[in-house]
């Protein structure tokens, strides 16, 4: 019913910003919010940002607070991750995911029931 598509992956210096788009297709009436998640090799998949869908409300992990901003554009059904001072470990494919319900956070990919094919970030010199 709900479809996802990542794009604005890439490669990218340290220090250097990226601009991420997540677009939706499809009824989104009956969605909560939508969440970014990143998975590098080896590691969990772990929630980046999440936007609340009715009052705009943003969230942020403690690991790109203040360099990553999360935001949304209603008319394009379209939600974007601004990545600014880029480090090598925020290398990860990401992932956009949308919850019809957040539990006791909106970082659990398990509330999450639709979610996009990914894009690679990678942080390189």
């Known amino acids: 019913q709900l479809q996802l598509v990542e794009s604005g992956g890439g490669l990218v210096q340290p220090g250097g910003s990226l601009n991420l788009s997540c677009a939706a297709s499809?009824?989104?009436?009956?969605?909560?919010?939508i969440g970014w998640f990143r998975q590098a090799p080896g590691k969990e998949r772990g929630g980046v940002s999440a936007i609340r869908f009715s009052d705009g409300r943003t969230y942020y992990a403690n690991s790109v607070k203040g360099r990553f901003t999360i935001s949304r554009d209603n008319a394009k059904k379209t939600v974007y991750l601004r990545m600014n001072s880029l480090k090598p470990e925020d290398t990860a494919v990401y992932y956009c995911a949308a919850a019809r319900q957040w539990g006791w956070t909106m970082f659990r990919p398990s509330s999450y029931d639709s979610w996009g094919q990914g894009t690679q970030v990678t942080i390189s010199s």
């Open positions: 499809g009824f989104t009436l009956d969605y909560y919010g």
